[in-house]
């Protein structure tokens, strides 16, 4: 096949991704330099169509990035006033007074937020100081130069035919060239992976480590709704058999975000994750809370969860990670906004400072340096021992010793210095064999949902005739390895439905079902055989989710 032609537009800075770390890179450029040429590329159908976040966020990073936010109009609306630490039973819950708690994890002074409208009301600003933004262009290539650095993106390819090659109905898209690329596309990024594995930026680091993380918006009787009620719980229903926890958030409108968080370093793949969310729902104090509710929308990401130790190196030639793409979620807090824009900021000046320099195409490693030493890296460094302590010792272990560090970290120390992750997410899912199935009950309708009457509050579409995004290595591994080995586990990590093992005549076959996906990149992480790639479909497509 002949090469491929494509226009090519030229750019001081191109990124990919509309979230809250590319878009404050985006302000910040052009509050630098008006002059600066800068696009960011956005494969949501809008901006704010893919984000999905727990949405208790602390302005520092809005503070230090647009001082006067409050007279520009945010939404940050509504303060938080209430903060509620519960270890659920079955049937009860134990309260955990707020006073022993290390100071970092106060919620005073922070916001309960839809991240989707304040990425879009931080679009408008971006807009406002000429920053080119184009939704609905996903990017599905790196290019690079003649000397091995990044120095573009392809976007906007449309039209393939169903087994991914070019027909007479494609767009090829168009090339976007920049002097430097940054890539703030969320956890697991397509294109953060391939940089971060042809630059091998992960030497020397722990494994990244991640959660699944699902949350629905409910609709509750006003007689129950605490506008500024911040709730967290940890316990039942997962107990021993992975960690996580949960998030109750009530915003306006009587309005209340629940959410559920599962980290997927388990070992049992018969566990079930959305299961476990919507079992949580029928705990008592849930269930009375959601009582006479409706539920109004769902959706599902992946969350990092590594932290300090995990991070990769930040830059190669040309390219800068920006927020999630390299992890920098505060776990204990379940916060990574205010990172994130912090380090759009940082990339930003860094760049600035390159380009008025005559530089480009290097290593922009100013960013990382105040990446590592500045702000972000001390608030991740106060916590880089949680994550690990609930992995090796369990809940009640991490609770007590996790909150001594942090404790001991706020004085500027630590008794058990950095702690590793050991294995992989995937690596850590044992044999079926060595655990026994769990019998979830059947939803109910009412307070909890089957998975695909879920996804359609997710407002998923994906163009069916294009090329399944989700590429596996092997196409006989689910049959021949993972059904035997480890039951299948993708048919219950994916909080969507996508992956299903269908009996023909007692002839398994594993159906990829990809017009479901609401891009939360499990399956790509939990994969025991690591045969799943997870790479973008055409822009525009996934979910299109509503104030999330």
Same mark, same amino acid.
């Given at each position: 096949m002949a090469e491929i032609e494509r226009e090519a537009m030229e750019y001081d800075v191109v990124i990919v991704g509309a979230g809250p770390a590319g878009l404050s890179a985006a302000i910040r450029l052009k509050q630098l330099d008006a002059d600066l040429n800068v696009v960011v590329l956005e494969k949501g159908s809008e901006v704010g169509a893919h984000i999905l976040s727990g949405a208790v966020l602390d302005p520092c990073g809005l503070d230090a990035l647009i001082p006067d936010w409050k007279e520009k109009g945010a939404p940050l609306n509504v303060p938080v006033r209430e903060d509620n630490f519960y270890m659920l039973g079955e049937a009860g819950q134990l309260r955990i007074p707020n006073w022993p708690m290390p100071p970092l994890m106060n919620n005073h002074g922070n916001y309960i937020v839809s991240m989707g409208n304040v990425c879009r009301w931080m679009a408008e600003q971006a807009e406002a100081l000429g920053v080119e933004i184009f939704p609905g262009m996903a990017c599905s290539e790196l290019v690079y130069g003649d000397n091995g650095e990044v120095k573009g993106v392809v976007a906007g390819v449309f039209g393939l035919e169903p087994d991914g090659s070019y027909g007479p109905n494609t767009e090829p898209g168009m090339e976007l060239h920049g002097k430097y690329v940054f890539l703030s596309e969320g956890v697991r990024g397509s294109l953060s992976k391939e940089v971060i594995a042809?630059?091998?930026?992960? !030497?020397?680091?722990? @494994?990244?480590?991640?959660? #699944?993380?699902?949350?629905? #918006?409910?609709?509750i009787d006003p007689a129950k709704h605490k506008e500024g009620s911040v709730t967290h719980t940890m316990g039942w229903p997962l107990g021993g058999n992975a960690g996580g926890g949960s998030f109750i958030y009530h915003l306006e409108n009587n309005q209340v975000y629940v959410g559920f968080v599962v980290h997927l370093n388990y070992k049992n793949p018969h566990l079930f994750p959305y299961m476990e969310f919507q079992r949580f729902k029928h705990h008592p104090m849930v269930a009375d809370l959601l009582k006479g509710g409706k539920r109004v929308a769902y959706g599902a990401r992946a969350i990092t969860e590594g932290g300090y130790q995990s991070m990769p190196k930040l830059v190669a030639p040309g390219v800068a990670l920006l927020g999630c793409s390299a992890g920098m979620v505060n776990v204990p807090r379940i916060k990574g906004n205010h990172n994130a824009m912090l380090s759009g900021k940082a990339a930003a000046e860094a760049a600035f400072e390159a380009i008025k320099a005559g530089r480009g195409g290097d290593e922009l490693t100013d960013y990382e340096t105040e990446v590592r030493n500045g702000a972000i890296g001390a608030d991740l460094k106060k916590v880089r021992n949680v994550k690990p302590m609930w992995s090796k010792w369990g809940l009640t272990a991490s609770l007590a010793l996790g909150g001594l560090d942090m404790w001991t970290n706020t004085l500027g120390f630590s008794l058990?210095?950095?702690?590793? &992750?050991?294995?992989?997410? !995937?690596? !850590?899912?044992?044999?079926?064999?060595? &655990? *026994? @199935? #769990?019998?979830?009950?059947? @939803?109910?309708? =009412?307070?909890?949902f089957d998975r695909l009457t879920n996804v359609a509050f997710s407002f998923t579409n994906h163009e069916e005739s294009q090329p399944c995004h989700l590429k596996l290595a092997d196409p006989e591994i689910p049959v021949k390895v993972n059904l035997p080995k480890y039951d299948e586990p993708a048919q219950r990590y994916c909080p !969507?439905?996508?992956?299903? #093992?269908? +009996?023909?005549?007692? *002839?398994? +076959?594993?159906?990829?079902?990809? *017009?479901?996906?609401? &891009?939360?990149?499990?399956?790509?992480?939990k994969d025991p055989s690591q045969n799943?790639?997870?790479? =973008? @479909?055409?822009?525009?497509?996934?979910?299109?989710?509503?104030?999330?």
């Open positions: 042809k630059y091998d930026l992960q !030497a020397g680091k722990e @494994p990244q480590k991640y959660g #699944i993380g699902m949350k629905e #918006i409910w609709e058990f210095g950095t702690l590793g &992750h050991g294995k992989t997410d !995937a690596e !850590a899912t044992e044999e079926a064999s060595k &655990h *026994q @199935p #769990i019998d979830y009950p059947k @939803p109910d309708g =009412t307070l909890s !969507a439905g996508v992956y299903e #093992i269908v +009996r023909d005549e007692d *002839q398994p +076959r594993f159906v990829i079902n990809f *017009q479901n996906c609401v &891009h939360c990149k499990t399956c790509d992480i799943i790639n997870w790479t =973008t @479909p055409q822009g525009g497509d996934g979910p299109n989710y509503p104030n999330m």
